[in-house]
C-alpha cells in the first residue's frame, strides 16, 4: 500500500446478528475491496441495502468489521478509532444540528469536542461562515435555517478539525436544484484545498460532477470500479435513442427494433434503443416503419450504467 493511499479495505465484510435483523442474519457487506487515494472524490454508489451506509459506518470507525481488512490513515479503525475520528469529517444523511441554538453557536460548541483553544474555534468557525456563505446567519437560530443552508452549515461543521478525509453520506438529498449547485461548489473547492472527499448519493448526474472515481454495489457486493466516463465507456453505449410510441402500437415497436439486434429496454412509457449513433438509428427506425410520436437522441449517463447494473425493481 503507497503513501497516497488514505483507505484500503480488503474483503472487508460486515455482518448483522439475528438478534440485529429480527432473528435473521443479515450480511450488509460481502467481500469488498477498494483503494482511496489522496485527493480524490470517491463515490459510493447502489439501491438501498447495497451496503454503501454499513461501509461508510466502518470507515467513520463508528462499526467494526466483522472480518476482512480495513486502514483508514494508515491506522486500524478497530486499535486507532478515536485517533481516526479526530483526523476525519462527516456529515450524516440526517443533520444533527442543535436548531434551539445560533448557528455560530453549533460550531463552537461542536469545535470543544475535539480539545480546541477556544480562539482557534472562533477563529476557525468564522472562516467557516465565509466558506459556507452564512456569515449573515451567525446569530441566527438554526431552526430558522432553509434546508441548503443547515447542510452548508453541517458542511462546516464537520470541517472544524481541519479533517483529512470528509466523508458525505447524500449531502443534497432533499434539495432544490440552486441549493444543490451551491453544495456541488462549496465540495468542489473543499477538494481543490486538498480535503479527500468520500461520498454516497442517490443521485448520479451528482456522481458524474463530483466524483473522480467511484463503486456500485449491489446486494453488499462490488459490480463495477472506474471513472464516470470509464463506467459509461464500458456498460453503455455512446448514445441512447428514447422513442415514444402510441400505447397500443408499442409492443410491435419494440418487436421491430429488436429484430435489428440493437439493445432495447422496453419501458412502460417508452422504448430505450442504446446505439452508437442515435440519429442513424432513428433513420432505420423510419426504414422499418416505424412512426414515434416523439423521439430524443440523448448522450448515455451513469444512470443508464447504475439500471444496466443494478436494475429498476425497487429494493425494500
Known amino acids: 500500500m503507497t503513501p497516497d493511499v488514505l483507505v484500503h479495505a480488503q474483503d472487508l465484510v460486515k455482518r448483522f446478528p439475528p438478534k440485529e435483523r429480527g432473528g435473521v442474519a443479515f450480511t450488509a457487506v460481502d467481500g469488498i475491496t477498494?483503494?482511496?487515494?489522496?485527493?480524490?472524490?470517491?463515490?459510493?454508489?447502489?439501491?438501498?441495502?447495497?451496503?454503501?451506509?454499513?461501509?461508510?459506518?466502518?470507515?467513520?470507525?463508528?462499526?467494526?468489521?466483522?472480518?476482512?481488512?480495513?486502514?483508514?490513515?494508515?491506522?486500524?479503525?478497530?486499535?486507532?478509532?478515536?485517533?481516526?475520528?479526530?483526523?476525519?469529517?462527516?456529515?450524516?444523511?440526517?443533520?444533527?444540528?442543535?436548531?434551539?441554538?445560533?448557528?455560530?453557536?453549533?460550531?463552537?460548541?461542536?469545535?470543544?469536542?475535539?480539545?480546541?483553544?477556544?480562539?482557534?474555534?472562533a477563529e476557525k468557525a468564522a472562516a467557516l461562515l465565509d466558506f459556507a456563505q452564512l456569515q449573515d446567519k451567525a446569530a441566527e437560530r438554526v431552526e430558522a435555517l432553509s434546508g441548503g443552508m443547515r447542510r452548508r452549515l453541517t458542511i462546516a461543521r464537520s470541517l472544524i478539525n481541519e479533517p483529512e478525509i470528509l466523508l458525505l453520506d447524500e449531502p443534497t438529498t432533499g434539495l432544490d436544484p440552486q441549493a444543490r449547485h451551491v453544495l456541488w461548489d462549496r465540495l468542489f473547492r473543499l477538494k481543490q484545498q486538498g480535503v479527500t472527499l468520500i461520498l454516497t448519493t442517490h443521485y448520479m448526474d451528482e456522481a458524474e460532477q463530483l466524483c473522480d472515481r467511484l463503486i456500485v454495489m449491489d446486494a453488499g457486493r462490488i459490480v463495477a470500479e472506474g471513472s464516470p466516463r470509464e463506467l459509461i465507456e464500458r456498460y453503455a453505449t455512446r448514445e441512447v435513442l428514447e422513442l415514444r410510441f402510441h400505447p397500443d402500437q408499442q409492443a410491435l415497436a419494440a418487436e421491430k427494433v429488436r429484430a435489428t439486434g440493437g439493445r432495447i429496454e422496453a419501458l412502460p412509457d417508452r422504448l430505450l434503443w442504446y446505439v452508437e449513433d442515435g440519429e442513424a438509428a432513428l433513420a432505420g427506425a423510419h426504414q422499418v416503419g416505424l412512426e414515434p410520436l416523439t423521439a430524443l437522441v440523448r448522450r448515455s449517463t451513469l444512470e443508464d450504467v447504475f439500471l444496466a447494473l443494478t436494475g429498476r425493481t425497487l429494493v425494500d
Not at 92 to 103: G, I, N, S
Not at 105 to 119: D, Q, S, T, V
Open 34 to 121: 477498494f483503494g482511496l487515494h489522496r485527493g480524490e472524490s470517491f463515490g459510493i454508489l447502489g439501491p438501498n441495502g447495497a451496503g454503501k451506509s454499513s461501509t461508510m459506518r466502518m470507515i467513520a470507525c463508528v462499526s467494526p468489521a466483522t472480518s476482512g481488512t480495513l486502514s483508514v490513515l494508515g491506522l486500524d479503525p478497530a486499535k486507532d478509532g478515536r485517533r481516526i475520528r479526530a483526523r476525519i469529517g462527516v456529515v450524516p444523511q440526517d443533520d444533527a444540528l442543535d436548531r434551539e441554538l445560533p448557528v455560530m453557536e453549533n460550531l463552537l460548541i461542536y469545535g470543544r469536542y475535539f480539545g480546541l483553544p477556544k480562539p482557534a474555534i
